[in-house]
């Protein structure tokens, strides 16, 4: 848990830096320019996992199954196997998006003006794909510093060079501010790459002498093992980008056929997915991090046939996932007008928020059991269960010319429903290999009951300090700390949080 805590960090500084980012984007370029990237980021995001073909998790788990074993060559031999293939594969992958962004633009996004973003953000295939290799490589190590440093220093980069470009184009089309924001991507991956570039060096003397002089299986048989795992988590990984790619052509699209314009529908699929599911996503920073760290402790339980310890790992995970992730969507949920308002300065976005808030829960665990599924060595059944998820969410959308009256509220009505029946998919799957024994009262009466007090507590506070202050930030700040201090004091109180969680949090 060490490790996952180190990407919590991480992952928290990220977001924070990522909030003040996307607070300056919204301001500078709208919902609008929002939505003009947002629909272009995940057609990047499935050229990147068919590039790597799902051998970061791959290495990952092969790398902390071999190290148990005491094979140092062959750790070292799976991981240039698995880097070459993704060098010449996502070398590949930028020619092929480079000379196919206009069509891109025009017939799949529908919009001529995502043409010059799709070439701005190119280049970060490369860099973002080779990252992930080294990632995986070190998180089977079970050494997260350098993941998490790599972050960082990326998102620095990132925000850094996009208010730079930004305010050399603040006179400039929307569509060209919409370019310098994926200028910042590019930017900010290559820096990442390069750090992580750096620390790989620094630790390779140590892991070469721990090298053996003996036999390893032949090349073709490690990249044929590695490809077996990596396939379908590739396939897993690419319906949940699907998920993501149909949304920014669907919704969009569905909402113009009822009668939205181009620009209206653009506007909310900017709210939806720059600001909404950005606050959704939140939760994630835990989520992540575990998973990261679940797929390599589960993969050297099993090595080591230790079931019991399998069921402990994830126990821990999801009760870790179920107490944060719920506190969050009880704090999204009550006050969303307000983080809308003061986070984006888009009030209005608030009442999607509040749609999507209490489902979000079971994306967040849905995660976590993916982590548990390609830890147990059956990634294939994520991709089953998401393929499911995905028709039903399509259905539905599809749907939305029989009743426009519903419009945009059913569409976020599919994305939710989405989320319950993956999560419950994956649950089933993995008890179908380890039965869980899911303590009820812990798991789910306690941080209900927790949950109450901040409902209690949380709107009170908020007009009380509001009242007082007039001031949005200090009102929200005050009444979210002070709701979550009884939470965890309650759940501390019972015996939900105990002396042991604490310490396995402790870095």
Not at 181 to 191: D, F, L, N
Not at 242 to 254: N, Q, R, T
Request: net charge positive.
């Amino acid at each position: 848990m060490k490790g996952a805590f180190i990407l919590m960090i991480a992952g928290f500084f990220n977001r924070v830096l990522g909030f003040i980012l996307r607070m300056i984007l919204v301001r500078v370029i709208g919902d609008e320019g929002l939505g003009l990237f947002q629909m272009v980021f995940p057609v990047f995001i499935t050229c990147s996992i068919i590039t790597t073909m799902g051998l970061p998790v791959a290495i990952s788990k092969f790398t902390s199954q071999e190290m148990a074993n005491n094979k140092y060559q062959t750790v070292l031999k799976n991981f240039k196997l698995a880097l070459s293939i993704v060098i010449v594969s996502s070398i590949v992958m930028v020619f092929v998006f480079t000379n196919n962004a206009e069509f891109i633009a025009n017939n799949l996004l529908n919009d001529p003006r995502t043409h010059s973003i799709l070439l701005a953000v190119a280049p970060a295939l490369f860099f973002v794909s080779i990252s992930s290799i080294l990632r995986g490589f070190f998180q089977g190590l079970r050494i997260m510093t350098p993941t998490a440093l790599s972050q960082i220093i990326e998102q620095i980069s990132r925000m850094f060079v996009t208010l730079f470009v930004l305010y050399k184009l603040l006179d400039a089309p929307l569509q060209f501010q919409a370019t310098g924001v994926a200028m910042g991507v590019t930017v900010g991956e290559a820096v990442g790459f390069l750090t992580l570039l750096i620390i790989f060096f620094f630790y390779l003397p140590e892991i070469r002498k721990k090298q053996q002089q003996t036999a390893t299986k032949t090349n073709f048989t490690l990249v044929k093992k590695l490809l077996k795992f990596g396939v379908p988590i590739t396939l897993g990984r690419l319906v949940a980008s699907l998920m993501y790619s149909v949304e920014a052509v669907a919704i969009p699209g569905k909402l113009q056929e009822i009668g939205y314009s181009i620009s209206e529908a653009t506007s909310l699929y900017g709210q939806l997915s720059g600001m909404v599911l950005q606050l959704i996503y939140l939760p994630t920073i835990i989520t992540v991090a575990l998973m990261s760290n679940l797929v390599p402790a589960i993969s050297e339980s099993i090595a080591q046939n230790n079931h019991q310890a399998v069921r402990r790992k994830s126990q821990e995970a999801i009760r870790l996932t179920l107490y944060l992730g719920w506190l969050a969507v009880i704090i999204l949920f009550l006050v969303p007008h307000e983080i809308t308002d003061l986070i984006f300065n888009y009030p209005q976005a608030g009442d999607y928020l509040k749609l999507l808030a209490i489902p979000a829960i079971f994306m967040y665990l849905s995660q976590i059991f993916a982590g548990i599924i390609q830890g147990l060595g059956t990634p294939n059944l994520v991709v089953r269960n998401s393929i499911v998820g995905l028709a039903v969410e399509l259905a539905i959308i599809q749907s939305v010319t029989l009743v426009p009256q519903l419009g945009f509220n059913l569409m976020i009505l599919a994305i939710a429903i989405r989320y319950v029946i993956i999560s419950l998919l994956h649950y089933r799957s993995i008890n179908q290999r380890v039965k869980l024994q899911i303590p009820v009262i812990n798991l789910i009466l306690k941080p209900i009951l927790a949950s109450s007090l901040v409902v209690a507590i949380l709107p009170q506070v908020y007009k009380l300090i509001h009242y007082m202050s007039n001031n949005d930030l200090i009102s929200l700040a005050v009444s979210i700390t002070l709701s979550s201090s009884f939470y965890f004091t309650f759940l501390v109180l019972t015996n939900g949080i105990t002396k042991e969680d604490l310490e396995r949090l402790k870095p």
